[in-house]
Each structure stands twice: as C-alpha cells, then as structure tokens.
C-alpha cells in the first residue's frame, strides 16, 4: 500500500537506503528498504521517533505551530522526517553523501499521496 510511494522516493534519490512510515509511538506501519545491509530503518526509526515526539511537544508548548519537518545529521546517517498528521510520520534514511535536497523535494511531493492512504 504505502510501499510503492516509499520505494519511489527512495530509489529517486542519490544515497537513498530506506524509508518508513511511522507512529510517534515507535509502531511501523509499511517500510521499504533498498539497503537493509546499511541501515536498519526500523530500529533507527524507532529510536528516533521518541525525539521527534519530544520536538513536537516542545512546538507546541512554545507555541510554535506544528512541526513540519525535522532532520537529524549524524556521521554515517541523515534522516529525513516530515510530518503526515499528529500522529504518523515518514522517515528516509539517506547515506551521508545522499542528495538531501532533492530528499526533501521527493518527501514533499509524496505526502498527500501517503496521507491519503493512512
């Protein structure tokens, strides 16, 4: 279901390794990896997706608006987030060289198909 939109994004993208659609509770609901022997999208989604709750509840406690999207830039890692509703979000997973705007471009362009689907 939402595999096909994943997998789009993923294999559109310079350094692209996988990409997921998650709750902020840590429960996946579809995932596609391309190189499952670089990352663990599953686990790194996981552990990621307890900060990216935080950063949610500190937008709104700022009074911020809504969180959009939110990156994390690590040395063998960058993940992409975006937000899909107050609850669920999608995560690609891109190798450091990875093309990070372009990234961004495709995940803009999937969301109202992904959250269509939820």
Same mark, same amino acid.
Request: one cysteine or more; a neutral charge; charged letters at 20%.
């Given at each position: 279901? &939402?595999?096909?939109? *994943? %997998? %789009?994004?993923? #294999?559109?993208? #310079?350094?692209?390794?996988? +990409?997921? @659609?998650? $709750? *902020?509770?840590? @429960?996946? !609901?579809?995932?596609?990896?391309?190189?499952?022997?670089?990352? #663990?999208?599953?686990?790194? +989604?996981?552990?990621?997706?307890? @900060?990216?709750?935080? +950063?949610?509840?500190?937008?709104?406690?700022? %009074?911020?608006? $809504?969180?959009?999207? &939110?990156? @994390? =830039?690590?040395?063998?890692? !960058?993940?992409?987030? =975006?937000? *899909?509703?107050?609850?669920?979000?999608?995560?690609?997973? *891109?190798?450091?060289? $990875?093309? &990070?705007?372009?990234?961004?471009?495709?995940? =803009?362009?999937?969301?109202?198909?992904?959250?269509?689907?939820?």
């Amino acid at each position: 279901m &939402f595999a096909e939109t *994943l %997998k %789009k994004v993923v #294999d559109n993208v #310079d350094g692209g390794l996988g +990409a997921i @659609i998650m $709750g *902020l509770d840590g @429960i996946a !609901v579809d995932s596609y990896t391309r190189h499952a022997d670089r990352v #663990d999208i599953m686990t790194v +989604a996981m552990e990621f997706s307890f @900060i990216l709750g935080q +950063a949610v509840k500190a937008s709104e406690t700022l %009074k911020l608006g $809504g969180v959009d999207e &939110f990156s @994390i =830039r690590a040395e063998r890692l !960058v993940l992409v987030t =975006r937000m *899909l509703s107050p609850q669920y979000f999608v995560a690609v997973a *891109l190798a450091p060289e $990875g093309n &990070f705007g372009k990234c961004r471009y495709l995940m =803009r362009l999937a969301v109202p198909q992904l959250t269509a689907q939820l």
